[in-house]
């Protein structure tokens, strides 16, 4: 046979050669069968945006089954004999909705929509297993969204639980479940195969020239394959592999699918559990299910624990026991969770090559060389009842991400006299070589483990055996020593008698327990206006559900349309030298462009535009900025070899400095040409005098680092030739930028290019002006090639070369009083902005430096350094989130020096007029019991040595102000339907809901009535760019004024009707040939718009496991000033998505770079976001009731990125518990070096716990 068979969405599909090998389901999906409801972002198996549904036999247990898979990591020649569904096959708009599709849509649980279809599948894949809420909460580790802050769409999963409870899913008036003909898909033991029974285990070979590929059925075909193939073959089971470390796990020529030899997938029992090596990770956390059940087995229980962290549901599905193991066998310190716990019970592997079996130690398996060799099986020893096992994965984020530390503990203890008769101590991410604390396993033995003693003397000798290696992007070894030794303090205090040790310590044997996450939204609305005010689903809502929502990438391919991708500069500085352009002879790589193709200017910038200041290269030849910078464009007839392609593309470079890139603003400051103060008035604070009465001067200095967007939709263009001009297609937030630079970089008129946009997966700020680049690139190799081309980012390549939010530094003295008003303040503010002075954000920082302060004695001057790095860019609240995090941080230090609360200190400091903070203050503080938690958390604290706990309150006046311009053009049709197109690009934000809210109440007609169209370049001409909060009210602004004018031509008509009906009324006006298309654009000369301020207040309250250095947000109470709100349910989704962004950067994102700049954490699982089970656990908001904005349009406040700006409440929340613990550490008090982000590494640091504090009795 040479061909694979399954089908999609019931349409059956021949895979044979010439579809080439590579080609991933994913891409099957989207470029061949033509069905783009399925994204992609990652292309690793880590965001979930790819997730489709699987009906197929599962080797192990030789039933059919339904399960979720990532489509980009599977292969679509792996597919054979599986009934796929995707998005599309769960519900459209033709055979109606899914429940699923249908409650994601009512509960808000899209914004962007892009990792929509996603969550849907992954939830379908589990309907049918009957599971209650907390397990199906546990089950999305596997999707990331970066819109919603995730609680709409755990309410939405939630409402699936068998133990939901009615109000969960009240609302929704259809229950059943899947409609359509399900019965089979969710059944198991079904007989159904999609591969006729002839067909069925006979190895199948697609012969694709140079390469092939087989699918082969039992250990003897393998062999048989390996035997012609030699050296140059590799496995495929799950191919997941390729996610994590792709460059380990290439295609050679001979590819051998062994994912369906049963031998390899079956498991028994002679006294040894024996797995077989290919048994998914899922399947073998079954079986440890049930084989924990027996006295020789209960380990297994603790293992379960462990695997269910171990990446995912999607991938832990597919993904096998060997291919884990040989990720670990290439990369000696990969942090394999599965060899860790093998290890640490004493298993031993079974190997089969061609000269027979062989069984191993693991450590010897490591060592082993594995060319011709299969892994035949594991064989785990049973446990009598004398065995502890416990095990423990240290992670940056809760779900689906790689240890910094991962141990596991089997002690066996003589029962009768508690002596240790063997300790087995085991490892990861310690350093390439390190499995065992050998010398401290042989310290134990024989030993009384629950005495001091015993304990120090283990701890003397861990300490000093275990050496972690500098092994970025890997944290510190200074704090993986840490964790090792705190895990391994844990260990022994939760299998300590409950009398060894104080109570106080008990909190340090278990880790922090997370309930089930609960939400509250708390709203008023005004009828009278309805539909504004109205918390309506938003337009979209339901084609993002159903996967049909269209963003750049889902345009149907066409024949000749090519891909492209960036060639990144590999070093810092200097020039190209030369370009080997050899890669043009491997087959499907079309053409490499550089500089010299470029007809026109080489620059995506335009000086002059708003925020442009410089031009910034589209490609860099003779001056490269840093390392990553695009140097030439890679185009191919596939996105996979684009990719892969540009990778190989060697370059040459001259001149390249030999000093270390310049990639920080202490470094930068030493140089003049780098430093830029901001002389401009709006970028400083000049004081109006200074108090008398200084009692204390307080000197500080604050640093944050940069944030990458992290949008779902990647950076994408799509440039289509066009008659004489190009057609372009872009996921951007700002036409008019791309116009002119696509225009400008070809040499050709602006009339020339039609931009296009639908929508975007997600903006941030991120597309602003960093997606002209894209657009540039990918109109350069259009106008070239004359053909299609389509340039979507890689997320290596985005997350290296697009900048990011700046990261700022802000130095300080301030003299206070006794009560902490400040009698003075001199600050400097300084933002870094790469390598481009583009962008420029200072007077942001400096207007909302003020936060709601009374600023008369406030002396604050701002300043921007060049750095090594790509050029930042704007991110949501641009400088107005670092203006208010920096003032924050100096009013929390004064409260720190002065031992005041800190609420009291910003009370004893604010302004008096427009400030509605103080109120808020108390008004939250009452609803959040605020008081009350605060005594409990003190008597917590006190209890608790292991454990501590904190509650802080944060506050933010943001200042909006009216910027730019933006065009609405409404038309009414003849049948009286609307549509509108404006120059606000939807994002997720909810622009075209409130569009339509606001003309259905101007022109008194149902919002089904009205279309939001795309924006186009030709209606929205000369437009500022969609970013900031104003957008929506901006076009609602303009929208207003556009019905107002059709409601002045329609005027005569209805008097002249008397009470005609809509439709009467518009027959008429189109019979009399009245124009019904009105344009208007709101500019920021508008004197009815005026600047406004809008507040936030939250309380937030966390737990802190000291000896891990996790930590847990157990509760976030906001109170957001939204005026009289358009959308309540819309504006909720944006402060909760905000919130959720901003507690994820304070605490877990981050970058690391090595000396050149080069960014060594640019993949998925390396740059960590939050995801579902990270978020608060109870997290309450609540629209501030009665609140009517003046200054508004029809009375609302802007909420986009507000909702970021209290976030740092976080970081002083986890301060508090920090400071809590180093008392009790002997610590002086002190305002101690907290970095940023706040996140294990930086916790562990600050705690500084001393290893003479691990004991049992003091
Ligand atoms: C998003 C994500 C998160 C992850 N998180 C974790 C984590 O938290 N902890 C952790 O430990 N791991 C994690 N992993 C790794 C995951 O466990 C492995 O990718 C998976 O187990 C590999 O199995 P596979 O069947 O897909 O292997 P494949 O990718 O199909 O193959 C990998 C390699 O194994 C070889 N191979 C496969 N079977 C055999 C055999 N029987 N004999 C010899 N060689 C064989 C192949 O030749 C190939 O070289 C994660 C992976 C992803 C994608
Ligand atoms: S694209 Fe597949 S998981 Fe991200
Ligand atoms: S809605 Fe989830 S990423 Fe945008």
Redesign the pocket.
């Known amino acids: 046979m040479s061909v694979v068979e399954f089908t999609v969405n019931g349409r059956k599909c021949r895979v044979d050669n010439r579809i080439p090998r590579y080609t991933t389901l994913n891409a099957y999906l989207r470029y061949h069968l033509s069905l783009p409801g399925t994204k992609a972002m990652c292309h690793?198996?880590?965001c979930g945006a790819c997730i489709v549904m699987v009906f197929g036999r599962r080797p192990t247990t030789g039933t059919y089954e339904t399960f979720s898979v990532n489509s980009c990591?599977v292969l679509a020649v792996s597919c054979h004999g599986w009934e796929i569904t995707t998005i599309e096959g769960v519900g459209n708009r033709l055979e109606g909705y899914s429940e699923v599709q249908k409650r994601m849509a009512a509960n808000s649980a899209t914004q962007c929509g892009y990792c929509t279809p996603g969550f849907v599948m992954q939830l379908h894949s589990l309907l049918h297993k009957n599971l209650t809420m907390a397990e199906l909460e546990n089950s999305f580790g596997s999707n990331t969204c970066r819109c919603t802050g995730f609680r709409p769409i755990l309410d939405t999963i939630k409402s699936f639980g068998s133990d939901a409870p009615k109000n969960l899913i009240d609302d929704i008036e259809d229950l059943k479940i899947c409609k359509k003909n399900c019965e089979r898909k969710c059944s198991v033991n079904s007989e159904w195969s999609v591969v006729s029974e002839e067909a069925a285990n006979q190895i199948i070979k697609i012969d694709y020239g140079h390469d092939k590929y087989y699918k082969v059925w039992t250990v003897d075909d393998i062999f048989k394959v390996i035997k012609k193939a030699g050296d140059i073959y590799?496995?495929?089971?799950?191919?997941?592999?390729?996610?994590?470390l792709p460059e380990l796990?290439d295609y050679p020529p001979i590819l051998i699918d062994?994912s369906e030899v049963s031998a390899?997938k079956q498991y028994s029992i002679d006294q040894n559990l024996i797995l077989g090596?290919?048994i998914s990770?899922e399947d073998c956390l079954d079986i440890f299910k049930n084989e924990s059940k027996t006295d020789e087995f209960a380990y297994l229980d603790d293992f379960v624990k462990h695997l269910d962290?171990?990446?995912?549901i999607s991938?832990r599905k597919?993904?096998?026991?060997?291919?884990?193991f040989?990720?670990k066998h290439l990369k000696r310190e990969y942090?394999?969770?599965?060899f860790l716990l093998f290890e640490c019970v004493g298993a031993v592997v079974t190997i089969r090559s061609g000269s027979g079996e062989l069984t191993l130690t693991l450590p010897e398996f490591l060592d082993h060389n594995?060319n011709g060799?299969?892994?035949i099986n594991f064989k785990l020893p049973p446990l009598g009842p004398t065995h502890v096992v416990r095990s423990y994965k240290i992670s940056p984020r809760k779900q689906?991400?790689?240890?910094i530390v991962n141990a596991a503990f089997n002690f066996n203890i003589n029962r009768d006299t508690n002596r240790i008769e063997e300790a087995k101590i085991v490892y990861g991410n310690i350093s390439p070589n390190f499995i065992h604390a050998a010398d401290t396993e042989r310290y134990l033995q024989g030993r009384y483990m629950f005495c001091n003693d015993t304990l120090q003397t283990a701890i003397h000798i861990l300490d000093h055996e275990l050496n972690p290696q500098i092994m970025p992007p890997q944290p510190s070894p200074e704090v993986r020593k840490k964790l090792a030794i705190g895990l391994f303090y844990k260990f022994i205090l939760s299998i300590s008698p409950a009398d060894a040790y104080p109570y106080k310590y008990a909190s340090g044997a278990t880790e922090i327990f997370r309930p089930l996450s609960s939400g509250k939204q708390l709203y008023t609305t005004d009828p009278s206006m309805y539909p504004v005010t109205e918390p309506l689903q938003k337009l979209e809502a339901l084609i993002q559900s159903s996967g049909e929502a269209n963003y750049v990438n889902d345009l149907p391919i066409r024949m000749n349309d090519v891909f492209a991708a960036f060639v990144l500069s590999t070093v810092h500085g200097g020039a190209v030298d030369k370009i080997n352009y050899n890669i043009l002879e491997e087959p499907g790589v079309v053409a490499i462009f550089t500089v010299k193709d470029i007809p026109g200017v080489n620059s995506f910038g335009f000086p002059g535009i708003p925020l442009q200041t410089e031009e910034e290269e589209i490609l860099a030849y003779d001056k490269i900025k840093f390392c990553g910078q695009p140097v030439a464009i890679l185009v191919a007839e596939t996105e996979y070899l684009a990719a892969k392609m540009a990778e190989k593309v060697q370059v040459t470079y001259k001149n390249v400095p030999k000093t270390p890139a310049v990639i920080t603003i202490d470094e930068a400051k030493k140089k003049k040409w780098r430093y830029k103060a901001g002389t401009n008035p709006d970028e400083k604070i000049v004081p109006k005098g200074k108090g008398e009465n200084v009692t204390k001067v307080i000197k500080g200095k604050y640093e944050t680092g940069a944030q990458y967007h992290y949008y779902m939709e990647p950076q994408t263009t799509i440039v289509i030739p066009v008659d004489k001009g190009l057609e372009v297609h872009s996921a951007t937030q700002w036409i008019d930028l791309t116009q002119i630079c696509v225009a400008r970089c070809l040499g050709i008129n602006e009339s020339d290019v039609v931009v296009k946009v639908r929508r975007l997966g997600g903006g941030f700020g991120g597309k602003l002006s960093r997606s002209v680049q894209v657009a540039a690139a990918c109109a350069i190799v259009a106008r070239n090639l004359n053909r299609t081309c389509r340039f979507i980012l890689p997320f290596e390549t985005n997350i290296t070369m697009i900048g990011k939010r700046p990261p700022i530094q802000c130095t300080y003295e301030v003299g206070v009083n006794d009560i902490g008003k400040i009698q003075y303040l001199n600050a400097k503010l300084i933002e870094d902005y790469g390598c481009s002075q583009n962008e420029n954000i200072l007077s942001y920082a400096a207007g909302s430096f003020p936060n709601c302060y009374n600023t008369d004695y406030f002396n604050l001057e701002t300043a921007s350094v060049v750095t090594d790095l790509p050029s930042n860019t704007f991110a949501r609240g641009p400088g107005t989130f670092e203006g208010i995090a920096a003032i924050e941080n100096i009013m929390e230090h004064i409260a720190f020096e002065l031992g005041l609360d800190a609420t009291d200190v910003r009370l004893a400091n604010m302004k008096t007029d427009d400030n509605e903070i103080p109120e808020m203050i108390k008004t939250l503080k009452k609803e959040a019991d605020y008081d009350k938690r605060c005594a409990e958390i003190i008597q917590f604290n006190a209890d608790n040595c292991w454990k501590k706990k904190a509650i802080k309150i944060s506050v933010m006046l943001f200042p909006v102000i009216y910027y730019g311009n933006y065009s609405v053009l409404v038309s009414i049709y003849r049948d009286g339907t609307v549509t509108i197109t404006t120059g606000g690009i939807e994002m997720g934000q909810g622009v075209n809901t409130k569009a339509a809210q606001v003309c259905a109440y101007k022109l008194g007609i149902s919002v089904s009535l009205i279309t939001l169209l795309p924006n186009f370049s030709f209606t929205c001409t000369n437009n500022v760019f969609s970013g900031s909060s104003i957008v929506s009210e901006c076009v609602m602004f303009g929208v207003q004024e556009a019905c107002d004018i059709l409601l002045d031509r329609l005027h005569p008509v209805q008097v002249e009707l008397g009470k005609p009906t809509w439709n009467e009324l518009i027959k008429a006006a189109t019979d009399k040939q009245i124009d019904l298309v009105a344009e208007y654009m709101m500019n920021d000369k508008e004197p009815r718009l005026k600047a406004y301020s809008a507040f936030g207040v939250a309380i937030c309250e966390t737990t802190l496991d000291v000896l891990t250095g996790r930590f847990q947000i157990d509760r976030v109470d906001i109170l957001e000033d939204a005026g009289v709100s358009t959308n309540p349910i819309v504006d909720i989704g944006q402060v909760e998505g905000a919130f959720i962004q901003g507690l994820s950067y304070h605490t877990l994102e981050e970058f690391i770079y090595n000396s050149i700049g080069k960014l060594l954490n640019n993949r998925a699982?390396g740059y960590d976001v939050f995801l579902a089970k990270d978020i608060p656990v109870d997290f309450r908001v609540r629209l501030r009731f009665n609140s009517k904005n003046k200054n508004g349009v029809l009375g609302s406040k802007t909420v986009g990125e507000m909702g970021i700006c209290t976030t740092y409440g976080i970081a002083y929340a986890l301060r508090a518990c920090i400071h809590e613990s180093r008392k009790e550490s002997g610590h002086k008090p002190e305002w101690f070096t907290l970095g940023f982000p706040t996140n294990i590494e930086a916790i562990l640091k600050a705690l500084d716990v001393p290893l003479s504090n691990f004991v049992l009795q003091k």
Request: proline content about 0%.
């Open positions: 690793q198996g880590v990591l590799r496995f495929v089971d799950g191919n997941t592999a390729k996610g994590v796990f062994i390899l090596a290919n990770i962290v171990v990446a995912h991938v597919i993904g096998s026991l060997a291919g884990n040989i990720i942090q394999s969770d599965i594995m060799c299969l892994i689906n991400a790689l240890a699982l």
